[in-house]
Structures are given as structure tokens and as C-alpha cells.
């Protein structure tokens, strides 16, 4: 092998890790879609969950397809619940409920 093709074959690989960092995991579904589709629901430090639009907040994030049947399905199973490994209030999944109404209809 020439110097050439192993620098070649070290970008391919370098940039197929590149696209595979933008995916994340669907809480609701588990599979995977690009991060911008995805909506993020993160746990602050203080243990507050809150809908992160624009994925910059610190703590521990979950994203899920922003969809009113995942929304439903992740309250019915209280995946936050399972995600964050703390209990959360019935009104934060109403809340998420409803922003994925208001969100779909635009």
C-alpha cells in the first residue's frame, strides 16, 4: 500500500464517523434518525425536565421523532421516567404533548 491510499482510506473513515455522530436514538421507536429531525427533552441539573429547541442546553439529553404517536407512546410508557432515572411529573409529558400539537400544525 502506498502512503496515498492509506491517507485516503484514514478520511473515509474519519468522515463516515463524522455522519454517524449526527444520529440519534428515538426513545419512543429506537431507531436512529439524524439529530436535526429529532426533538430534545433534557434533564438540568437541578432535575428539571424541559423541551430543548435548539439542543445547546447542558445535562443529559433524550431525543425522540417529533410525532404525536411517539409523544403518546412516551407518555403511556413514561419513557422519561426510564431515560432520566427520576420521576416525572404527568404534567411534563402533557406540556410535551401539547408542543408537538402546536409544533405539527405549523
Keep these: 500500500m502506498t502512503i496515498s491510499t492509506i491517507i485516503t482510506k ?30 430534545r427533552i433534557a434533564r438540568l441539573k ?12 447542558l445535562g443529559k439529553g433524550a431525543y425522540f421523532k417529533a410525532n404525536l404517536k411517539n409523544a403518546e407512546l412516551i407518555k403511556k410508557n413514561k419513557l422519561l421516567n426510564r431515560t432520566f432515572k427520576t420521576r416525572v411529573d404527568l404534567s411534563v409529558y402533557e406540556e410535551l404533548i401539547k408542543y408537538v400539537v402546536d409544533h405539527n400544525e405549523k
Aim: a positive charge.
Design 46 to 57: 437541578n432535575y428539571r425536565i424541559v423541551i430543548d429547541e435548539n439542543q445547546k442546553l
Design 10 to 39: 484514514m478520511m473515509i473513515i474519519k468522515n463516515q464517523s463524522k455522519s454517524q455522530n449526527n444520529f440519534r436514538v428515538c426513545i419512543a421507536t429506537q431507531k436512529s434518525y439524524p439529530k436535526n429531525e429529532m426533538l
